[in-house]
């Protein structure tokens, strides 16, 4: 296995999902907990993640001292290399306004066994940067093996020992040979099988479950999304009725699918099924609420509150399980006191009330959307249901700016669904990761028949992305997007202008709130 020491990068999970790409197992440890880790993995390679700080300031993180003397390979990649080069002996420096951001190019002046059968000397390769201090003097034993414009050590190597320093970040997908790096460095240089498979991954999880489980009992939120699906099929083929799932209806889902995740699970798999019908009490909570986060906080908390009431009429569960996944965590990250920055509460983690006296099981979550859905078609969930966009679990809430009502959810829904139906009559569903529809809280003047319309503004969304952590806006041609506003003008009362979002991830997120 492999062992990715964590200094806070918002991409170290990219960094696992390369390595399982590249069928081996890996284990992430914020870098203050690497030792223990390290103790009980006795991996054949260690992998030191980028990270917010600048090895240059006082109390920065630094990796165990005695993994250097370990006798395995280390790739430290951004933050990574410059404490690795710093704990060897060479220096890093500030860069006083001079990093590089993005898109670079490097060139390959060295051999490495990084690049066996894959860069040789003189080649050029995109890779992508983000860094403010760089390595300024190598420690003994390295070489630099390429250069960037912005950095005189854009990898640097010693080749004896097998250290491997990147200043660039290879798992990223902008870097696009990195993946290829990685699985390099964790199969030819550490010299593991790639055998690691999302069977395996099932079965691991599922020992996993039973083990924090034992015997007790387990309650889950099912939010009508993928990911709380395929976690509760997880956990029912681990503990099986010891588990029971609860479907909280907020009434901010989109058109018909409260019945279809219901019917999927009492009749396709025979899983105890709780159905709580809660709009009520989220709509009136709702009221006046503007503030996304506000929203946000509100619901994630009455989703909370109503699992210990209905957990309370079944006699009880120790533990609470929820579909998790790696973006929500890292997006959320700050409440679990990690060191990277909050964008935005997610419910599933960020509302979790203090006093709430259940634990967690989340066995999704160092796993990313598409892992997802290997895994559910792994446990033999149907493609239609495993291949639906990612859906939020503040549901409509926050596809609505300002203040939430259940005539506006009914307005939205209409819109929506008009949308969606264009989208899979036109054979684009596929190709996009994520497409719906947002109501804005703004009127504007039209005119329909002879009369003066003064309705609202309905905003389509649709992106492309692999991880939902970047996304780019999904071209549709003219004529589609114009028949969609066609149709939602006249079909939709309450709506009388459409437009598009043609924001990317970042700046934008997917969402509007
Ligand atoms: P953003 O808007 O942050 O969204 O770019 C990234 C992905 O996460 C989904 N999302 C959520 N999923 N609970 C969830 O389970 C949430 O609170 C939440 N907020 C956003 C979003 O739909 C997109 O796929």
Redesign the pocket.
């Known amino acids: 296995s492999i062992l990715i020491v964590d200094f806070g990068s918002q991409v170290t999970q990219l960094i696992a999902r390369r390595v399982r790409e590249a069928g081996v197992y890996s284990e992430i440890a914020p870098f203050n907990a690497a030792d223990a880790a390290f103790d009980r993995l006795k991996p054949r390679g260690i992998i030191l993640s980028g990270g917010p700080a600048s090895v240059t300031a006082e109390g920065s993180p630094r990796a165990p001292q005695r993994f250097f003397e370990a006798g395995i390979p280390i790739l430290g990649i951004c933050y990574g290399q410059q404490v690795m080069c710093e704990q060897l002996g060479g220096k890093v420096v500030g860069g006083q306004g001079e990093g590089e951001f993005g898109r670079a190019f490097i060139d390959i002046e060295g051999q490495s066994a990084l690049f066996d059968g894959l860069w040789g000397a003189g080649g050029r390769h995109q890779v992508w940067m983000s860094h403010g201090d760089k390595v300024a003097t190598l420690p003994e034993g390295f070489a630099p093996v390429a250069v960037s414009e912005g950095a005189p050590y854009a990898v640097t190597s010693d080749e004896a020992r097998r250290f491997f320093g990147i200043q660039f970040h290879p798992e990223v997908v902008h870097t696009p040979d990195g993946g290829k790096l990685i699985a390099n460095f964790v199969r030819h240089v550490c010299g593991l099988a790639g055998d690691w498979t999302m069977a395996e991954f099932r079965s691991a999880k599922i020992a996993e479950i039973r083990e924090q489980v034992g015997d007790k009992r387990v309650i889950c939120g099912l ?1 009508g ?1 993928v ?1 709380s699906a395929v976690a509760a099929v997880l956990i029912h083929e681990a503990i099986g009725d010891q588990l029971t799932c609860v479907f909280v209806n907020h009434g901010l889902m989109r058109s018909g699918e409260a019945e279809q995740v219901v019917s999927l699970f009492r009749n396709s798999y025979n899983i105890p099924l709780v159905h709580v019908d809660a709009e009520a009490l989220f709509l009136g909570g709702l009221a006046g609420v503007t503030d996304p986060e506000a929203k ?1 906080k509100f619901i994630g908390k009455t989703f909370i509150d109503v699992f210990d009431e209905e957990a309370r009429k079944i006699g009880g569960a120790d533990f609470l399980a929820q579909g998790t996944l790696y ?2 965590v890292i ?1 959320s990250v700050s409440f679990t006191g990690g060191p990277s920055v909050t ?2 509460s ?3 983690v960020g509302g979790l009330p203090e006093r709430m006296n259940m634990k967690l099981v989340e066995p999704l979550r160092e796993l990313f959307k598409d892992e997802v859905r290997d895994l559910g078609r792994e446990l033999g969930l149907p493609d239609a249901f495993v291949g639906r966009h ?5 549901g409509l809430a ?1 596809r609505i700016p300002g203040e939430v009502t259940k005539e506006r959810c009914d307005i939205l829904r209409k819109a929506d669904a008009i949308y969606l139906e264009e989208i899979r009559n036109a054979g684009l569903y596929d190709a996009i990761w ?1 497409a719906f529809a947002v109501l804005l809280p703004v009127k504007t003047v039209g005119v329909m028949g002879d009369g003066r319309t003064y309705d609202s503004v309905c905003a389509l969304r649709a992106v492309t992305s692999t991880d ?1 952590m970047t ?1 780019d806006i999904y071209p549709f041609d003219a004529a589609f997007l114009s028949r969609v506003a066609t149709r939602i003008v006249n079909e939709v009362q309450g709506i009388n202008r459409v437009t598009y979002d043609y924001t990317s ?1 970042p700046p934008g ?3 509007w709130e």
């Open positions: 939010s999304g990911d946000r973006p929500d997006e964008i935005k997610h419910h599933n990612p859906f939020p679990g503040p926050i994520q939902g996304a991830k997120t997917i969402e």
